[in-house]
T-cell receptor, first 113, second 115 residues
C-alpha cells in the first residue's frame, strides 16, 4: 500500500542533543512537508521541498534542518537551537496539482527534557 | 493576516445524531478549502477539497458546504458513529499559484461521539 512512514512514533531526548526524525513516502510525490502540531494550535509549516535537492523554509524553520537527497525521503533534524522542541511532528507529501490533498504520516511525538 | 477560525472548539453528541462544524476564514485570495479528520495520535486524513466554484461536496456521511462570498464553510456529519470521534481541521489555500505550502490551518473541532 502507498503511504508515508514516519519513525519512530515516540522519541525522547535530553536537552542539548540533536535528533533526526525519519519520513519516507512511496507515493511518488514530488512535494514533501514537515509540520509541527502543538495542543490548541493549528499545524505550522517548518520546511517544505518541491523537488529533490531543493527545500524552502516555512513559517517556523529556526532550530530545524532538513535534507532531500532522494525523492522518497525527507528527514528532519531538530537541533539544540530549537527553544521548545517538545511537540508532535507530522510529515506530509502531495502531488503537483493545486487541489492535490496532503497525505500525512502518523507523526512522531518528540519529548525533550 | 490570513486566519481560519473553527467552531465549536469541542462538541459531544450521541451516537446516531447529526452535527455541523463551522469554519470561517479571512484568507484572500482564495483557492480552495479542505476538511481533514485527525484521530488522536495519528496524522490527518483528507475528507474533502472544494474550489471557489463548488458549493457542496460529499464523502459518505460527510458533507461539506462552501460560501465563498461570506467566507464560510461547514462540515455536516450524518448519523454519527463512534468512529467519528476525532478532531476535524479546516484548511484554506490562499494563493492559486502557490501550491500546497500556502495553507492556513484552523485549530480544529474536537468531536466526541458517545453511545
Amino acid at each position: 500500500d502507498g503511504g508515508i512512514t514516519q519513525s519512530p512514533k515516540y522519541l525522547f531526548r535530553k536537552e542539548g542533543q540533536n535528533v533526526t526524525l525519519s519520513c519516507e513516502q512511496n507515493l511518488n510525490h514530488d512535494a514533501m512537508y514537515w509540520y509541527r502540531q502543538d495542543p490548541g494550535q493549528g499545524l505550522r509549516l517548518i520546511y517544505y521541498s518541491q523537488i529533490v535537492n531543493d527545500f524552502q523554509k516555512g513559517d517556523i524553520a529556526e532550530g530545524y534542518s532538513v535534507s532531500r537527497e532522494k525523492k522518497e525521503s525527507f528527514p528532519l533534524t531538530v537541533t539544540s537551537a530549537q527553544k521548545n522542541p517538545t511537540a508532535f511532528y507530522l510529515c506530509a507529501s502531495s502531488g503537483t496539482g493545486i487541489v492535490s490533498p496532503l497525505h500525512f504520516g502518523n507523526g512522531t511525538r518528540l519529548t525533550v527534557t | 493576516k490570513n486566519q481560519v477560525e473553527q467552531s465549536p472548539q469541542s462538541l459531544i453528541i450521541l451516537e446516531g445524531k447529526n452535527c455541523t462544524l463551522q469554519c470561517n476564514y479571512t484568507v484572500s485570495p482564495f483557492s480552495n478549502l479542505r476538511w481533514y479528520k485527525q484521530d488522536t495520535g495519528r496524522g490527518p486524513v483528507s475528507l474533502t477539497i472544494m474550489t471557489f466554484s463548488e458549493n457542496t461536496k460529499s464523502n459518505g456521511r460527510y458533507t461539506a458546504t462552501l460560501d465563498a462570498d461570506t467566507k464560510q464553510s461547514s462540515l455536516h456529519i450524518t448519523a454519527s458513529q463512534l468512529s467519528d470521534s476525532a478532531s476535524y481541521i479546516c484548511v484554506v489555500s490562499g494563493d492559486p499559484g502557490a501550491g500546497s505550502y500556502q495553507l492556513t490551518f484552523g485549530k480544529g473541532t474536537k468531536l466526541s461521539v458517545i453511545p
